[in-house]
């Protein structure tokens, strides 16, 4: 089991390492460590304190002084933890112990020793930074050396149970180490050994706690205290008493003070740890009763406490009237006066208690330190006595510099400059401080305000953007805080903020100017307007600028037109009795400085004439079919059209249409089509009459029949007799067969027609319709047509191909005509594609 303690002590190990040596150096040691060994053994990172306690008994009989200690450590120390502290000097002589990280060579043997500590005497040597030349401590007999190291055990996953935390002890005199040549060499001397094992444990109680609570306090929970959140059981004084479970509530008042251990187990390493608590419960404090003393500034020391009253209890704490710690007693002359607070903290659930001693101190007469202002005449009247330096009581008397008595109040803008002697007097005490004044003259600033400033304006003076009564020898400075000059280039000044003030620290009045500065503004009149008619029409103003402007609008006939307040976007209206060109002559914004407004083209209005529309002519359609009417129109378009039908009486609206355009009309009975109105489709006043008619027939549909067939060669084409009967002069007519159809436009009655017959098939009459017409087809009778088409043997295609390495050759040919099944030499072809087997030539 390792037993980890928290409170550093050292217990004395009697007679555990305790030595009588029968050498001459050494007579005898004893070795002191905090925490104790359990069972021979540490436990690993552990801190413990280790010291070495050396007693002298006859060292110098034989010219044997002590000189070094050179410790060697176990391997289951953390060497690069080692705290090393020496002992002090018991010779007396000057010199000191100090631990020495580096060999040490002695210059009277040459030996080279080990790191140790070592004896830094200013006898016998010349080096101060090497011991290694000088004499040992020559100490009284009986007086003892404590050797000590604060030494910190490997961490567990370090942790072997092969490791030892021995540490193994020489001595030696300054002969063996130092550089005494008369001294014996310490032949009996013997090393302490102080053994110890390393028990690698992974248990972890937490550290160990000291806790205090008040007497009629709360419960508290002593596991929220902990360090650690592992499981473990608690005991009060031993672990040989009962168990208390494995959280400990402690009710103060009730429960017993005392330490109680908190014990957490390692069973893979048959190990605990035990982390130690301390509980005392206590009253509270009485810190008195507060209260108040006059001290004269030149007074002796007082003890504030005594002011406090019977009840106060020592071992309370100070702090001064700034709330800094503070001791007794109170010292006049070193001390503030005021209030001087003595409290105790709260403990557990026992308040804080606090008295308060208020010190006045009785103050010697003080007329402050001589002084010297520059008042600014800007200012108001002010106190003479704040502006000394120093603490000056009030109270005193002024004088100006002629001897005469004056206020205490001093008005830069018409008091005169010059020195003031301020005098006080304080029963037998008496003081006196001079006070140079200077005043420095302040200017009217003026009045700011806020502009925008075109780019294109020349040099601006910024005096001239004041109002008021503005006067010259101030300072301007820009946006940035730099000085600059009264003339600013709008072309490359910064926006912001400009001020003018006088340079005064006391007066803080300045003239603002919030200057803007803007690209010059781009406006124009835009959107050109075209109507048939005198009268009114509007225009946009168009601006770069989201700013209101004020424009006169000039036409091509010298009129001007005034707007105000107009923004991007508006419409203006204007009345022409002719086309002519609106443009902007002036433009201004109000509050803008210097801008000479750049304006565009202007816009353009247009007086058209009226459009004009007239419908000519007549045709003949089917039943059912449309008609295109194409009016001739002229004006500006597009064009709307109000066309009337004679045969319903009913007029309607056309779509928009150009000059090329028509309008479709679905006439189901003769009829005449004319035109009553026609308007410029984008200004519905802007309209005329039309004019004309157009002519509309119903016709029947037409009768078509063909007549043909017979015998025909291969390759050449069939014909037919085209008979129609219908009220039209040409037809396009459509023949078919099951290979396909062919189109033949322009037909008149009786003609005779031509078309490819490749094949014996049937030729039939499928579509006839009036040339140009849709939607009017005729009634076919007698349309079909037998052709008997002879074979033609080798027509075209025929193709040769040769292999001239192998002189091997095939021939192919189309064959057309016929029945479209063909043998050649008796043998079948497939399709009407002959290819001959490969021949040779000739």
Known sequence: MVLKL???????????????????????????????????????????????????????????????????????????????????????????????????????????????????????????????????????????????????????????????????????????????????????????????????????????????????????????????????????????????????????????????????????????????????????????????????????????????????????????????????????????????????????????????????????????????????????????????????????????????????????????????????????????????????????????????????????DLFDLLSGDAEQGGVWTSPNGTPISSLLDPTSAENGTYTYSFDCDACSSQSILELTFVPVPFVDIVGNVYQCTQGSFELTFSASSSELFDIIVIDGNGNEFTFSSVINGQSLEFVTESSTTYSIYQAEIEGFIGCDINTGPGAIINIASPPSASLVGAATICPGQSLDLLPILSGNGPFLLEVFSSASGVSFISDPISEDEGVTVFPTIDTEYSILQVWDSSDSVCTSSGNGLFDVNIGSAPTASISGGGLICGGGNGTGQFTVDGEWDIYDITIEASFGEFSIEGVANGEIVEFPAPNSLTYCLSEVSPSGSTGCNAILTDTCMEFQVLPNLITYSLNVECDLSSQLGTISFTIQGGSGNYFVDGDPVDGNVFTSAEVSNG
């Not at 902990?226 to 009710?251: M, V």
Request: proline share 5%; hydrophobic share 30%.
């Open 6 to 460: 928290w409170k550093t002590y050292f217990a004395l190990l009697s007679l555990l390492c305790s030595h009588f040596l029968s050498g001459q150096c050494l007579e005898s040691y004893s070795w002191e460590f905090s925490p104790q060994q359990v069972d021979g053994a540490w436990g690993n990172e552990e801190v413990v304190n280790v010291c070495l306690i050396l007693t002298h008994e006859d060292w110098q009989g034989g010219n044997h002084y002590l000189h070094s200690i050179i410790p060697e450590f176990g391997t289951g120390w953390d060497l690069g933890s080692i705290e090393y502290i020496p002992p002090l000097s018991c010779s007396n002589d000057g010199g000191y112990w100090a631990w020495y990280d580096n060999p040490i060579t002695s210059e009277a043997s040459g030996v080279i020793n080990g790191p140790g500590f070592y004896y830094e005497s200013p006898l016998g040597g010349t080096d101060p930074d090497n011991p290694g030349d000088n004499f040992g401590d020559r100490c009284p007999i009986g007086l003892q050396l404590e050797f000590c190291f604060q030494l910190t055990t490997l961490s567990y996953d370090e942790c072997t149970d092969d490791l030892d935390l021995d540490i193994s002890i020489n001595t030696l005199s300054d002969d063996e180490s130092g550089g005494a040549f008369l001294s014996a060499i310490c032949q009996d001397d013997e090393e302490p050994i102080l053994t110890a094992d390393i028990n690698c444990c992974n248990a972890n109680a937490g550290e160990d706690l000291e806790l205090s609570f008040c007497t009629d306090g709360p419960e508290e929970s002593i596991n929220e205290y902990l360090s650690t959140n592992n499981s473990g059981l608690w005991y009060y004084q031993s672990l040989d008493n009962p168990a208390l479970g494995d959280f400990l509530t402690f009710s103060p008042g009730n429960d017993p003070d005392g330490t109680y251990l908190f014990v957490v187990s390692d069973e893979l390493n048959e190990c605990n740890d035990i982390a130690f608590v301390s509980i005392d419960t206590q009253d509270g404090y009485e810190a008195g009763v507060s209260g108040s003393t006059v001290i004269c500034e030149n007074g002796s020391i007082v003890y504030l406490f005594d002011i406090l009253g019977s009840n106060a209890e020592s071992g309370g704490e100070w702090t001064d009237p700034n709330g800094i710690p503070w001791n007794e007693p109170f010292s006049p002359s070193n001390d503030i006066a005021g209030e001087y607070t003595y409290s105790f903290p709260s403990t557990g659930s026992c308040p804080a208690d606090e008295a308060i001693v208020d010190v006045i101190l009785l103050m010697n007469a003080d007329a402050g330190e001589n002084s010297s202002h520059t008042l600014c005449s800007c200012e108001g009247a002010l106190s003479l006595l704040s502006l000394l330096d120093g603490t000056p009581q009030s109270g005193g008397i002024w004088s100006d510099q002629e001897g005469n008595t004056v206020p205490g109040q001093f008005d830069p803008s018409s008091d005169l400059p010059g020195q003031y002697t301020y005098t006080i007097q304080n029963e037998n005490c008496a003081d006196a401080a001079t006070l140079d004044i200077e005043i420095q003259y302040v200017g009217d600033v003026g009045n700011g305000g806020e502009f925008t400033i075109c780019e294109s304006s020349s040099t601006i």
